[in-house]
């Protein structure tokens, strides 16, 4: 069964400072897309980044960068010059190829970031 | 263009009683997936829908259902609760690109459901 794991409940930064997120998959799929999302305390859970499986080039957003090693399965998340609206929760999520030909989201268990004055 | 909108935000209902929530996708979206987060667990998907069918079904008992309107609204319904069924409901939409949902999911604030 395809399977997303974050390794890690809880994390914190420093105001300013970088922090790396981890998530690793399982996938029999050759040619599939990554997704990072933030879901802000009472708010809205969004989109931060996206990667392509295909693309061997890392996706950057602004302060988001992902570090993509598609052999190790590891899809980490970088967050340089922390703020603290970065607090929230972060889930990684995979689609998995259903019997139906489409695609659902399998999400990891989430991290939830704290970014520190 | 609004978002994706979720009704009610808050409910509380008792064990064996049964609830109704309702989301309504952002406009030209014909896909909404429906999510169930709990503490410790992330988020499990329920199920989606597409077009008025149900598409993919994710790994819960049949007290969860749903179904999804012409107009793309989608309701889920949940019969006989339990306590365990306490969450936070989450509806998302989707644009189809190519046939195929690889893209970006909206999501709403959620219903957070409480079983008393």
């Known amino acids: 069964a395809q399977t997303v794991t974050q390794s890690q409940p809880e994390m914190s930064v420093q105001e300013a400072e970088t922090v790396t997120l981890s998530c690793t998959y399982d996938t029999s799929e050759n040619n599939y897309y990554l997704f990072w999302y933030k879901q802000p305390p009472s708010r809205q859970m969004i989109l931060v980044i996206r990667?392509?499986?295909?693309?061997?080039q890392n996706a950057t957003e602004n302060r988001f960068s992902v570090n993509f090693q598609k052999a190790a399965k590891s899809f980490s998340l970088k967050i340089s010059d922390s703020q603290l609206g970065d607090t929230a929760m972060y889930f990684c999520?995979?689609?998995?190829?259903?019997?139906?030909?489409?695609?659902?989201?399998?999400f990891g268990t989430g991290t939830r970031l704290k970014v520190l004055a | 263009k609004a978002g994706v909108t979720q009704t009610p935000r808050y409910l509380i209902k008792t064990r064996g009683q049964q609830v109704t929530l309702s989301c309504s996708p952002i406009s030209g979206h014909r896909s909404v997936s429906w999510y169930q987060q709990t503490p410790g667990q992330g988020l499990q998907f329920l199920f989606e829908?597409?077009?008025?069918?149900?598409?993919n079904k994710g790994n819960f008992p049949g007290r969860f259902s749903g179904r999804q309107f012409s107009n793309s609204r989608s309701e889920m319904n949940v019969s006989t609760l339990e306590l365990g069924d306490s969450a936070l409901y989450l509806c998302?939409?989707?644009?189809?690109?190519?046939?195929?949902?690889?893209?970006?999911?909206?999501f709403g604030e959620g219903s957070r459901l409480t079983v008393l």
């Open positions: 998302a939409s989707s644009l189809e690109v190519a046939g195929q949902n690889t893209g970006e999911l909206f």
């Open positions: 990667q392509e499986a295909y693309k061997q």
């Open positions: 829908y597409f077009s008025e069918t149900q598409r």
């Open positions: 999520a995979s689609p998995l190829l259903s019997t139906s030909g489409t695609y659902k989201y399998i």
